[in-house]
């Protein structure tokens, strides 16, 4: 028993020492430069008073020794509009820093601009002082000054009077923004609107949305972090939603990275020249509304680029409704799907007639068939045309377009699908090029501003 006792003892001093000798160990001075996983540190674009997602820089200790890097600071100091941590410690300047022999720390980096901090570039750089030299990363962000709209508990987040917003500053919105009963909101040339997650817009009974966009100075809808990759994904806000009787006029929008951008119910939209893509659900959904869109672009929705239920009046000309979702394969990722009836909040299936008029344009993509026309007995019959189109339609689609002039299953050559360098304007030798009719619809000028003239090209860009 006294041996066991003993064995036990020897054990545990046995550890104790162990634990000593790990920790005795002698910080040198760095003989060589450091390493790091980037020189130069592109923060997201952030606004006044909100703080930037967190970026890392890696530094390595190449050395077969232990070091002590004497200081690591941001060259601004307490000016700073960004903040570092190193080893745990929020700060701006760092003394000592322990690295061991070939292995290496992270130093994580953020911006947060106090209240009505200059519209700018703002740049800073982290500094690191050894022996071997003096190294530095560079932080690179864009601020913007910022307007916000926050709904809570004691603000409910109206607009009740009629309103026009400018480009001067960006608008974020936390929670759902709403335009009361009609009230018109009108955005000029160049306005930016960013949502924050679970964050919408919606416009009450009879009221409007005017979007006055130009060509290179687009009205933008998107979420909040307008970090590149967020281009391209969906879902970072919720959408824009129009009651019964309200207005939605269009022109050079861009709305992108939603659940759906444009919902409709009992109420009109007039589109012009504008872009739509990677939405979870829909790009446009229209219940019982009207829609007729010009020069419209769209691409990479899960659902349908287009989706119709219930009934109403949908004209779309000279546009080019393109689908290459990839996020979900679950998801048909239809080019236009139409329904004859919808299912209301009380459950009760309201139905009536569809008409679909499309002309002059694309609807292609990656699904067999491009094109969904569901009957629902209960309602009437959609009516759809489609004149002038190139269309993606599999051999077993129970759907048989009705039309003049439809080429179907013709790659129409677009210059780049792919929503990260999105061009779908078309390439020489597209079966689109020449294919429209001019004096069916008088569109003069494509998206970009450039003429159609008699022998017009399918979709919204002229070849």
Not at 2 to 30: Q, T, V, Y
Not at 234 to 243: F, L, V
Not at 341 to 369: M, P
Request: aromatic share 10%.
């Amino acid at each position: 028993m006294k041996l066991k006792i003993l064995f036990g003892i020897a054990f545990w001093l046995l550890l104790l020492l162990a634990g000593c000798n790990r920790d005795d160990i002698s910080f040198e001075s760095p003989s060589q430069l450091l390493r790091f996983s980037t020189d130069t540190v592109f923060c997201d674009t952030v606004y006044n008073q909100m703080r930037s997602e967190t970026y890392a820089v890696k530094v390595y200790n190449n050395e077969d020794k232990d070091v002590l890097i004497p200081k690591i600071a941001l060259e601004s100091g307490n000016a700073s509009l960004y903040r570092i941590n190193v080893d745990g410690k929020s700060g701006t300047s760092f003394q000592n820093v322990a690295l061991r022999k070939k292995d290496s720390l992270y130093v994580f980096v953020e911006i947060a601009p106090v209240a009505n901090a200059p519209e700018a570039i703002a740049e800073d750089k982290v500094i690191f002082n050894t022996p071997a030299g003096e190294q530095k990363v560079t932080l690179l962000s864009v601020v913007q000054d910022a307007e916000y709209f926050i709904r809570t508990d004691t603000n409910p987040n109206i607009i009740s009077e009629n309103t026009t917003w400018t480009k001067d500053k960006v608008k974020v919105i936390f929670g759902d923004l709403t335009v009361a009963e009609g009230k018109t909101l009108t955005m000029e040339k160049g306005t930016k609107v960013y949502f924050r997650k679970n964050s919408g817009m919606n416009f009450m009974k009879n009221s409007g949305l005017t979007v006055n966009g130009v060509l290179g100075d687009e009205v933008i809808f998107r979420g909040d972090r307008s970090d590149t990759k967020y281009d391209t994904l969906p879902a970072n806000w919720n959408g824009i939603k129009m009651e019964e009787g309200s207005l939605a006029k269009l022109n050079y929008a861009r709305i992108f990275g939603g659940n759906v951008g444009l919902q409709l119910k009992e109420s009109t939209a007039n589109i012009s020249n504008s872009i739509f893509h990677s939405f979870q659900s829909a790009g446009i959904y229209g219940i019982h509304s009207n829609v007729t869109a010009n020069n419209l672009v769209m691409n990479n929705c899960g659902e349908a680029d287009l989706a119709i239920a219930g009934s109403g009046n949908y004209n779309i000309n000279y546009s080019t409704l393109a689908n290459y979702w990839n996020l979900n394969s679950a998801l048909p990722a239809t080019g236009i799907f139409a329904s004859n009836t919808w299912e209301n909040e009380k459950g009760v299936l309201e139905s009536g007639l569809v008409t679909l008029r499309v002309r002059n344009s694309i609807v292609y993509g990656d699904t067999l068939d491009l094109v969904t026309l569901t009957n629902n007995s209960a309602g009437t019959p959609i009516d759809a045309r489609f004149d002038n189109c190139l269309l993606k339609l599999s051999s077993n689609s129970a759907f048989t377009p009705v039309g003049d002039n439809i080429i179907k299953n013709q790659d129409p050559k677009f210059q780049n699908y792919f929503t990260q360098k999105m061009n779908l304007r078309v390439k020489e030798g597209s079966p689109a090029i020449g294919k429209g009719k001019a004096n069916e619809v008088v569109i003069a000028t494509d998206i970009v501003g450039k003429a159609r003239g008699n022998s017009p090209t399918l979709g919204a860009y002229q070849f």
